[in-house]
């Protein structure tokens, strides 16, 4: 059974940084495309940033390019968020996911198989 659960999330200030995690269960990671989605209140989910295979490419949406940073630990079999320079429009559920999307159509969450469950994070002004 695939599992994926979240870590990371939390209260920060604007301006500050967050390490969000994702532990992949019953599937090796690197194997996958794995995605990083948020949601907010009264908004629809979408795409944040992914990464192909372990350091392999990497994908960001146009709000956090630049600030953020997708990796992954084959050994732990977990991916990572690094979120930097954070602001009160990224308070959201951030959920990461696991699949096998159509080539260039990352940014789809139709494309992933495998969700978690979502963590917190709340950035405050």
């Known amino acids: 059974q695939v599992q994926l659960v979240e870590s990371g999330g939390g209260l920060v200030q604007a301006g500050g940084s967050l390490r969000l995690s994702c532990a992949v269960s019953?599937?090796?990671?690197?194997?996958?495309?794995m995605g990083w989605f948020r949601q907010a209140p009264g908004k629809e989910r979408e795409f944040v940033a992914a990464i192909r295979g372990s350091g392999g490419t990497t994908y960001f949406a146009d709000s956090v390019k630049g600030r953020s940073t997708i990796s992954g630990d084959s050994a732990k079999n977990t991916v990572f968020l690094q979120m930097n320079s954070l602001k009160p429009e990224d308070t959201a559920v951030y959920y990461c996911?696991?699949?096998?999307?159509?080539?260039?159509?990352?940014?789809?969450?139709?494309?992933?198989?495998?969700w978690g469950q979502g963590t917190q994070v709340t950035v405050s002004s």
């Open positions: 019953g599937r090796t990671f690197s194997s996958y495309v």
């Open positions: 996911a696991s699949g096998r999307p159509f080539s260039g159509r990352y940014y789809y969450t139709a494309g992933y198989d495998y």
